[in-house]
């Protein structure tokens, strides 16, 4: 089986830095994704670490570690609009195209 | 360019009723999605489909059918609902070029059964 287990709130300032931690118990996976859900919508995609290391994109950053099952998303320079959940993803190497998301992390982010 | 097109947005059941959500992509993406989400649970994958014709269960298929009749469309079937199937439902497709896991989602179907 697998499993990706993320802090369930985080809770930061405008301006300041954050990260969302993302650990995981699964078999084989091809990468690490990451996406944003606001309340009411749609998740989008945010990030992909196919690779070991650092990925960046704007205010946001992924990273992912393979030998400590462990991945994050760190986000910079936070603002009002960050307010939403996180989801980490794997597509596991198991069932080509299957994907499988975390548990979801909700950040609030006040003035 | 639409994307990925569910309906219906909003639907209300009562136990032991049946029902097909509906989903369409236009984006030409061979791999297509139906999830749930719970509050608290995050998004858990019901059934995925490959390509046309193939599909395979996800997490907690029980309860529900597919079929992916043509590349476009991947419908999700409650065939006796049940309380328990009170969810939000999306539906996703991937561009499988990349090798990103990149999903582009519906805007999502409201289902509560009573």
């Known amino acids: 089986g697998q499993s990706l287990e993320q802090p369930s709130e985080v809770t930061a300032v405008e301006g300041a830095i954050v990260q969302i931690n993302c650990t995981y118990q699964?078999?084989?996976?091809?990468?690490l994704s990451w996406y944003q859900q606001h309340d009411g919508g749609a998740p989008t995609f945010l990030s992909y670490n196919a690779l070991d290391g650092l990925e960046e994109t704007g205010r946001f950053s992924s990273f992912l570690s393979r030998s400590d099952s462990y991945g994050y998303l760190l986000l910079q320079e936070l603002q009002m609009k960050d307010s939403a959940s996180y989801f980490c993803a794997v597509r596991l190497n198991t069932g080509f195209q299957k994907l499988v998301f975390g548990t979801g992390t909700r950040l609030l982010v006040s003035p | 360019n639409a994307g990925v097109t569910q309906t219906p947005k909003f639907q209300v059941l009562k136990t032991g009723q049946s029902m097909t959500l509906q989903c369409a992509q236009d984006?030409?993406?061979?791999?297509m999605y139906w999830y749930r989400q719970d509050p608290g649970m995050g998004l858990r994958l019901i059934y995925y489909s490959a390509s046309e014709g193939t599909t395979d269960k996800g997490e907690v298929p029980n309860g529900y059918n597919v079929s992916r009749l043509n590349k476009r469309e991947f419908s999700l079937r409650l065939e006796s609902a049940a309380p328990s199937q009170t969810s939000v439902y999306f539906c996703?497709?991937?561009?499988?070029?990349?090798?990103?896991?990149?999903?582009?989602f519906g805007a999502g179907s409201r289902l509560t059964v009573l």
């Open positions: 984006m030409n993406h061979n791999s």
């Open positions: 996703a497709s991937r561009e499988d070029s990349s090798g990103a896991n990149v999903l582009t």
């Open positions: 699964t078999s084989g996976f091809y990468g």
